[in-house]
């Protein structure tokens, strides 16, 4: 009888060193001289595994600067998109830096830092094409990735009778671009650049933004002082540069502007 409680006492206590009952806010975090945070390794060039099988990437990069400038040091969870949240919930890890958008359903559940990051959704064209808003696009073939986030993003805002042209998947949506089949896709910034580069006989440019979705470090809701002190840390980074420089390593090009607060968020 005695052992059965024993062990049932040690598993207990392994229970709760696996998934703390609270929440680590600022206090506990500078105690313990560490922050624990989630990030992935599977969004390039967010985050990818490096040559030693250690996450890299904008994320990690921006988690490492977010403890340097807390004064504490890093232990990096790998997690993977579906349990960003739930990991924030079961106190697994302190904070979510890991390309976690900003929208009123996880504002529910978790609380946000002020944005670091930002998603855009632009219209790629060739550059003799003159159009800088969805209102002008409707003389032009529109390609599309059937079920993706664009297609209904396009329909909605492409003028009626736009003739919009859907494929299977992005690489023949792309490719419909490089060749000439349509006049001009909707994408990610980042997957427009490429596309861009890869195809320079096509002269195609950035013509506008359709939509933007912003990132913030994911937090509990029980560690409001952590986000707070993390927040003054992300501005801290935004007004020396030290973010904008790895946006550029990472990235390329110049860190947009972003919201400076959470409730900015549009």
Request: hydrophobic share 45%; proline share 6%; charged share 20%.
């Amino acid at each position: 009888m005695f052992k059965t409680f024993a062990v049932l006492g040690l598993l207990a206590v392994f229970a709760g060193l696996a998934t703390p009952s609270s929440a680590a806010d600022l206090d506990e975090v500078i105690a313990r001289n560490k922050i624990i945070i989630g990030v992935q390794n599977d969004v390039p060039p967010y985050s990818a595994i490096g040559d030693n099988n250690e996450p890299i990437g904008y994320d990690i990069d921006v988690a490492k600067l977010l403890a340097e400038r807390l004064g504490v040091n890093v232990e990096l969870v790998v997690l993977t998109g579906a349990n960003r949240v739930p990991y924030l919930l079961s106190n697994r890890v302190d904070a979510v830096v890991a390309t976690i958008g900003i929208t009123p359903e996880r504002r529910k559940a978790i609380d946000f830092t002020r944005p670091y990051l930002v998603f855009r959704t632009v219209m790629l064209a060739p550059k003799d094409i003159k159009t800088t808003t969805a209102d002008d696009i409707g003389a032009y073939r529109v390609g599309v990735t059937r079920g993706t986030m664009m297609d209904p993003l396009v329909t909605k805002a492409a003028p009626a009778g736009t003739n919009i042209m859907r494929f299977d998947d992005d690489a023949t949506t792309a490719t419909a671009l490089a060749t000439g089949q349509v006049d001009m896709v909707p994408t990610g910034e980042l997957i427009a650049r490429a596309i861009a580069e890869q195809n320079p006989d096509r002269n195609l440019e950035i013509k506008f933004v359709m939509a933007s979705t912003y990132a913030g470090v994911g937090v509990s809701k029980d560690s409001p002082a952590l986000r707070d002190r993390l927040n003054e840390v992300i501005a801290q980074t935004l007004a020396d540069g030290s973010l904008s420089k790895l946006y550029k390593t990472w990235l390329g090009g110049a860190l947009p502007e972003l919201p400076a607060s959470v409730d900015e968020v549009p």
